[in-house]
């Protein structure tokens, strides 16, 4: 025995001696919520009131706002308002619902990426290519201060080129400003920048206007070091997308991504009828045609479709091209909690399930504005949810429905999915074979989840012999022994095995003033000592016999449903 324990302790020592992690995530299976709001309905209740609320309050008379959460498969919840005050002539939509069109801004750049991503997938362009190899004019000698030839597709992508921001006219406070000189601003002409995309008429600006005034511009950054925001960095993935597909962008988004999801509402440009427009009073950019700009922010679209295109990115996350994950962060941005995916704006806080778990949970966003019109589609995979927030009016409103929606929305879920890891999961299991003495009993709670409380195999406890030499294992025994889902399966003939796996996490001692700050770091180190060949801490659920195995212990072990209710959520967490 004194040899095997120091084999184990030296092989599970070398990669990650130091590490302390303490709320693994995921905690569990996705939940198949497909049609049903089961769980939800109080929260989407008080989501509903509060809503309607925020609406009455008069600085919103002239704003209207479609709101859809939608599952892996179906829509589960939309909420409508229009505003109360509109343009007598010419009012677009007078009453809002699923197919009403907004300018979804700069969700745009999600489509670009994807469009790059096909074309990535089909060979036609790979993301690790610099841009230069499709835009003929950013390669040879008459480009500027930016280096093209060292800024690829991905890093693009991922608002990591170091690029300027906009292009040409774009932002320029000559649009905005009636009277530059009043603000101290010295008088100005907009002699430098091409006649187009500028007060009064915005009419479009073209590729030549935009490469022209590019081979002008500095980079703020050296490529690949810094994330910042970038439109130009998507108006030229559009011009790639053209290159290579040799269609216009508009037909290629067209036939590439709008047919197939059937997104009837989604299109570059403005809808011949007023018939669903959202035309906020005073607006002028309904009308707009956003020329060499539409990558980046050019798309009209409804609720609906949006909803459609939220599953579709929940059931494709991670299989959309090889070697990518869009949804993962590829830089940080300035705190703690933000970051840039492939280019989606991705949010992780632990803060939101407090006081009962510090877990983190993450939002991929991608949010978009242009005068009036203010979006948002939230990507929360973990719970297999989708959320689109669309606004025309006024800009506030987009941040206080994402809050009023989004923090009942997952505890509400975060509550549902214990009580059905309880159902599903929690209790004791006993050896098949009935001449051995061993045993798991298996607790859960939103604190701690998929737990094992007891494990006795062949008669030894576990918990006193091996577990203790798991990776993370402190000594003083501050450590519980969790379960946490691999989202992989064993598929065989007639039956099919949910794949977790033991990870030890650290308990949290609470926010001592003394708390070291490495205490905060934690290196993800799931697969720990093999015996015979086989990972020691791989869990197999089979769910229609309730049968528990552990491949490496030769064992399987049956369910006992009692116990199973003994052992379900603590703290309440239903009730928020
Ligand atoms: C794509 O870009 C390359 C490199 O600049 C160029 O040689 C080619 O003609 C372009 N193709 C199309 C269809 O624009
Ligand atoms: C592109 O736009 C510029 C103005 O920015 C205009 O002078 C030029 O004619 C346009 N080119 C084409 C091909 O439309
Ligand atoms: C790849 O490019 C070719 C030529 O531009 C185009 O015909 C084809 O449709 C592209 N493939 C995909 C999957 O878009
Ligand atoms: C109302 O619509 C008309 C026609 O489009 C437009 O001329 C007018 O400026 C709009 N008024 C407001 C306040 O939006
Ligand atoms: C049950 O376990 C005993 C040892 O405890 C072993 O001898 C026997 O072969 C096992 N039976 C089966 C069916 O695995
Ligand atoms: C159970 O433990 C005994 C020793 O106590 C050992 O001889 C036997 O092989 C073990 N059986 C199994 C199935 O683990
Ligand atoms: C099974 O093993 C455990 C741990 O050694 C022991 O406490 C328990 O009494 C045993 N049960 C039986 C039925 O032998
Ligand atoms: C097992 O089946 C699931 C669908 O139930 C599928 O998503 C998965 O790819 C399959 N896994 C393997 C290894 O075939």
């Not at 400003?177 to 603000?183: F, K, Q, S």
């Not at 399930?353 to 979006?375: A, C, E, N």
Request: glycine share 8%.
């Amino acid at each position: 025995m004194a040899g095997l324990v120091k084999l184990i302790v030296l092989g599970s020592t070398i990669s990650s001696a130091v590490a302390k992690c303490y709320d693994p995530t995921p905690a569990f299976p996705v939940p198949l919520w497909e049609g049903t709001t089961n769980g939800l309905e109080s929260a989407l209740e008080t989501i509903t009131q509060n809503l309607n609320k925020l609406a009455e309050d008069s600085e919103y008379d002239t704003s209207s706002f479609s709101v859809e959460v939608t599952s892996d498969t179906d829509t589960l919840w939309t909420h409508f308002h229009t505003a109360r005050k509109q343009n007598e002539t010419r009012p677009g939509v007078r009453h809002v619902d699923g197919d009403s069109i907004y300018r979804i801004a700069s969700i745009t750049k999600t489509f670009t990426t994807l469009g790059i991503l096909y074309q990535h997938t089909a060979g036609n362009l790979s993301l690790d290519d610099t841009v230069d190899n499709y835009i003929a004019e950013l390669a040879g000698p008459a480009i500027g201060a930016i280096p093209w030839n060292d800024i690829t597709l991905r890093i693009m992508a991922s608002q990591l080129s170091g690029i300027p921001r906009e292009g040409m006219a774009q932002a320029d406070l000559m649009n905005g400003l009636p009277d530059p000189t009043a603000v101290g601003l010295p008088p100005a002409s907009m002699v430098d920048l091409p006649p187009c995309y500028q007060h009064p008429d915005f009419s479009p600006c073209n590729r030549t206007g935009l490469l022209d005034n590019l081979n002008k511009r500095s980079p703020l950054f050296a490529p690949n070091q810094k994330s910042t925001y970038s439109n130009l960095n998507f108006e030229l993935l559009g011009l790639v997308l053209e290159n290579v597909t040799g269609v216009t962008y508009s037909e290629y988004m067209r036939a590439a991504i709008f047919a197939p999801l059937s997104m009837t509402s989604t299109s570059l440009s403005t809808p011949p009828s007023d018939d669903h427009a959202v035309l906020p009073l005073g607006q002028f950019f309904w009308d707009v045609d956003q020329g060499v700009h539409a990558p980046t922010g050019g798309i009209f679209s409804s609720s609906r479709d949006m909803s459609k295109y939220a599953r579709f990115i929940l059931a494709h996350s991670n299989a959309l091209a090889p070697g990518v994950n869009w949804l993962s962060p590829a830089s940080w941005s300035t705190d703690t909690s933000s970051f840039y995916g492939l280019p989606w704006e991705i949010f992780r806080t632990s803060r939101l399930l407090q006081p009962h778990s510090s877990r983190p949970i993450t939002f991929v966003t991608k949010s978009g504005g242009v005068p009036d019109y203010f979006s948002r589609l939230s990507i929360v995979p973990e719970y297999g949810l989708g959320l689109t927030v669309l606004v025309g009016g006024n800009a506030d409103l987009l941040e206080q429905i994402q809050e009023l929606v989004t923090v009942p929305l997952i505890r509400a879920a975060e509550a549902q999915v214990w009580r059905d890891v309880a159902d599903r999961y929690t209790g004791t299991y006993t050896a098949t074979n009935s001449t051995l003495n061993s045993s798991i009993e298996l607790a859960s709670s939103a604190a701690t989840g998929l737990t094992l409380t007891s494990f006795i195999s062949n008669s030894s406890d576990v918990f006193a012999t091996l577990l203790p030499l798991f990776n993370g294992a402190a000594a003083d025994g501050t450590w519980r022994a969790q379960l946490v889902p691999t989202l992989l399966y064993k598929n065989e003939t007639t039956r099919q095995g949910e794949i977790w796996r033991i990870v030890i996490a650290a308990e949290r001692e609470g926010e001592r003033a003394d708390r070291p700050i490495w205490d905060d770091f934690c290196i993800t180190d799931v697969d720990t000592v093999s015996y015979a060949g086989l990972p020691i801490n791989e869990v197999v659920f089979w769910h229609e016999e309730g049968v528990l195995e552990l491949p490496a212990w030769k064992v399987s072990m049956k369910r006992a449903r009692e116990g199973a209710e003994t052992l379900v959520v603590q703290g309440g967490l239903g009730a928020m």
